[in-house]
């Protein structure tokens, strides 16, 4: 009997392991956005300027900055909240609340990488965001 107790949760975290392995439809956040590493491998193709190329820089280096002190948070968040779930007995309502630490700290770097992504965007001509669409999916 404890054995089929066991095995159902592990069952039901399989499924929803392999649903989450599924491919789902085009990210349209990624199909709008440039990654900063696209923009500057295909730079002379789309014809950057100097102007726009420091513009880019300063924005990743503010970003990385921001990307590292969000990155200490998520850790002291994580190791707070592994320490709470070592106890043998767990007490909810600080694991909860360690966790929304935690989530808070994700959803930051989300919003910093989200930030990042739309400046570089919106420092991009339409040309230019065009041509580096096309140059995304490749020749067809």
Do not use: C
């Amino acid at each position: 009997m404890l054995n089929r107790i066991l095995i159902w949760p592990a069952v039901l975290l399989y499924t929803v392991f392999l649903a989450a392995q599924q491919h789902p439809g085009p990210d349209p956040m990624a199909e709008n956005l440039f990654p900063p590493e696209l923009v500057m491998a295909h730079q002379k193709a789309i014809d950057l300027s100097d102007a726009q190329k420091t513009s880019i820089r300063a924005e990743l280096l503010k970003a990385q900055t921001r990307f590292t002190e969000l990155q200490w948070q998520l850790q002291d968040a994580m190791e707070g909240l592994v320490s709470l779930l070592k106890q043998p007995s767990a007490d909810e309502s600080e694991v909860m609340s360690q966790l929304d630490k935690v989530l808070t700290s994700e959803r930051e770097i989300k919003r910093t990488q989200i930030s990042l992504l739309v400046r570089i965007k919106n420092k991009l001509t339409p040309e230019q965001q065009a041509h580096l669409q096309k140059l995304r999916a490749g020749p067809k």
